[in-house]
Protein backbone atom coordinates (compact mmCIF):
# COMPACT_ATOMS: atom_id res chain seq x y z
CA UNK A 1 0.00 0.00 0.00
CA UNK A 2 2.98 2.37 0.67
CA UNK A 3 4.37 1.48 -2.62
CA UNK A 4 1.36 3.36 -4.47
CA UNK A 5 1.14 6.16 -2.16
CA UNK A 6 4.31 6.75 -2.88
CA UNK A 7 3.82 6.46 -6.76
CA UNK A 8 0.91 8.62 -6.45
CA UNK A 9 3.41 11.24 -4.84
CA UNK A 10 5.71 11.18 -7.44
CA UNK A 11 3.53 11.03 -9.74
CA UNK A 12 1.91 14.25 -8.77
CA UNK A 13 5.23 16.15 -7.99
CA UNK A 14 6.59 15.62 -11.74
CA UNK A 15 3.43 17.08 -12.63
CA UNK A 16 3.62 20.15 -10.59
CA UNK A 17 7.16 19.95 -11.90
CA UNK A 18 6.59 19.76 -15.69
CA UNK A 19 3.98 22.82 -14.98
CA UNK A 20 5.90 25.17 -13.19
CA UNK A 21 8.45 24.77 -16.21
CA UNK A 22 6.11 24.66 -18.85
CA UNK A 23 4.59 27.76 -17.38
CA UNK A 24 8.42 29.52 -16.56
CA UNK A 25 9.40 28.61 -20.82
CA UNK A 26 5.60 30.43 -21.32
CA UNK A 27 6.54 33.41 -19.73
CA UNK A 28 10.11 33.72 -20.96
CA UNK A 29 8.76 33.18 -24.78
CA UNK A 30 6.28 36.26 -23.33
CA UNK A 31 9.10 38.42 -22.65
CA UNK A 32 10.95 37.65 -25.82
CA UNK A 33 7.88 38.37 -27.49
CA UNK A 34 7.93 42.14 -26.29
CA UNK A 35 11.06 42.21 -26.67
CA UNK A 36 11.03 41.67 -30.16
CA UNK A 37 7.72 44.02 -30.88
CA UNK A 38 10.54 46.59 -29.32
CA UNK A 39 12.78 45.75 -31.54
CA UNK A 40 10.95 46.16 -34.51
CA UNK A 41 9.34 49.22 -33.64
CA UNK A 42 13.22 50.91 -33.06
CA UNK A 43 14.11 49.40 -36.22
CA UNK A 44 11.37 50.21 -38.24
CA UNK A 45 13.06 53.80 -37.89
CA UNK A 46 15.99 53.11 -38.76
CA UNK A 47 14.04 51.49 -42.19
CA UNK A 48 13.59 53.53 -44.90
CA UNK A 49 11.38 51.70 -47.61
CA UNK A 50 10.28 54.99 -50.01
CA UNK A 51 13.00 57.47 -50.96
CA UNK A 52 14.32 59.74 -53.96
CA UNK A 53 16.96 57.55 -56.29
CA UNK A 54 18.53 60.86 -56.97
CA UNK A 55 19.30 61.81 -53.40
CA UNK A 56 20.61 57.96 -52.46
CA UNK A 57 22.40 58.29 -55.94
CA UNK A 58 24.56 61.72 -54.63
CA UNK A 59 24.56 60.44 -50.91
CA UNK A 60 26.15 57.46 -52.39
CA UNK A 61 28.62 59.69 -54.39
CA UNK A 62 29.58 62.32 -51.29
CA UNK A 63 29.79 59.07 -48.68
CA UNK A 64 31.66 56.79 -50.51
CA UNK A 65 33.63 58.52 -53.85
CA UNK A 66 31.97 56.18 -55.70
CA UNK A 67 27.85 55.23 -57.00
CA UNK A 68 29.37 51.23 -56.35
CA UNK A 69 29.97 50.00 -53.49
CA UNK A 70 31.20 46.74 -52.16
CA UNK A 71 29.18 45.43 -49.11
CA UNK A 72 30.13 42.97 -46.55
CA UNK A 73 27.33 41.54 -44.22
CA UNK A 74 26.40 38.65 -41.88
CA UNK A 75 22.95 37.60 -42.04
CA UNK A 76 21.93 35.43 -38.55
CA UNK A 77 18.57 34.45 -36.60
CA UNK A 78 17.60 32.39 -33.49
CA UNK A 79 14.83 30.96 -31.67
CA UNK A 80 13.27 28.70 -29.61
CA UNK A 81 10.09 26.37 -29.86
CA UNK A 82 8.40 23.90 -27.89
CA UNK A 83 7.94 20.05 -29.30
CA UNK A 84 6.56 17.54 -27.01
CA UNK A 85 8.46 17.40 -23.54
CA UNK A 86 11.62 19.42 -25.24
CA UNK A 87 12.52 23.18 -26.18
CA UNK A 88 14.04 23.25 -29.49
CA UNK A 89 16.65 26.32 -29.62
CA UNK A 90 18.05 27.43 -33.06
CA UNK A 91 20.83 29.55 -33.96
CA UNK A 92 22.47 30.30 -37.27
CA UNK A 93 24.53 32.89 -39.29
CA UNK A 94 25.81 33.18 -43.06
CA UNK A 95 28.05 35.55 -44.46
CA UNK A 96 27.24 37.37 -47.69
CA UNK A 97 29.33 39.74 -49.98
CA UNK A 98 28.78 41.56 -53.15
CA UNK A 99 27.88 45.15 -54.57
CA UNK A 100 25.56 47.59 -55.13
CA UNK A 101 25.04 49.99 -57.79
CA UNK A 102 22.98 53.39 -56.83
CA UNK A 103 21.44 54.50 -60.11
CA UNK A 104 19.70 58.50 -60.65
CA UNK A 105 16.58 57.58 -61.64
CA UNK A 106 15.90 53.70 -60.95
CA UNK A 107 16.29 51.10 -58.35
CA UNK A 108 19.38 49.82 -56.76
CA UNK A 109 21.19 46.57 -58.46
CA UNK A 110 22.07 44.38 -55.89
CA UNK A 111 24.43 41.84 -57.08
CA UNK A 112 25.74 39.07 -54.59
CA UNK A 113 28.94 36.88 -55.05
CA UNK A 114 27.62 33.62 -55.74
CA UNK A 115 31.47 32.25 -54.90
CA UNK A 116 31.20 33.66 -51.51
CA UNK A 117 27.47 31.97 -51.24
CA UNK A 118 28.04 28.90 -52.19
CA UNK A 119 31.24 28.30 -50.40
CA UNK A 120 31.33 30.95 -47.54
CA UNK A 121 31.40 30.35 -44.16
CA UNK A 122 28.16 29.70 -42.34
CA UNK A 123 27.26 28.45 -38.66
CA UNK A 124 24.62 26.88 -37.39
CA UNK A 125 23.15 24.67 -34.24
CA UNK A 126 20.53 22.84 -32.81
CA UNK A 127 19.67 22.50 -29.12
CA UNK A 128 17.01 20.48 -27.67
CA UNK A 129 16.57 20.34 -23.71
CA UNK A 130 13.79 18.98 -21.77
CA UNK A 131 11.42 21.42 -20.35
CA UNK A 132 11.69 20.65 -16.73
CA UNK A 133 16.33 21.27 -17.60
CA UNK A 134 15.43 25.37 -19.09
CA UNK A 135 15.51 26.88 -15.91
CA UNK A 136 18.81 25.55 -14.89
CA UNK A 137 20.32 25.85 -18.65
CA UNK A 138 22.81 28.75 -18.96
CA UNK A 139 23.14 30.40 -22.19
CA UNK A 140 25.60 32.99 -23.41
CA UNK A 141 24.85 35.72 -26.27
CA UNK A 142 28.42 36.35 -28.18
CA UNK A 143 28.30 39.27 -29.91
CA UNK A 144 30.83 41.39 -31.66
Known sequence: MSSSFLSRRIKRTSELLKVGA??????????FRSLRGLYDRLLSDFMVSDFSYQEAFETAQNFFGSTRVQFAGVDGTMYSRPLFDLMIFFGGAYAATGTIEFRKD????????????????GVSSVVPIYINEVPDARFVHISS
Do not use: I
Not at 106 to 121: D, H, I, M, P, T
Open 22 to 31: SDQVSEYEER
Open 106 to 121: ARLVVEYESKFLREGA
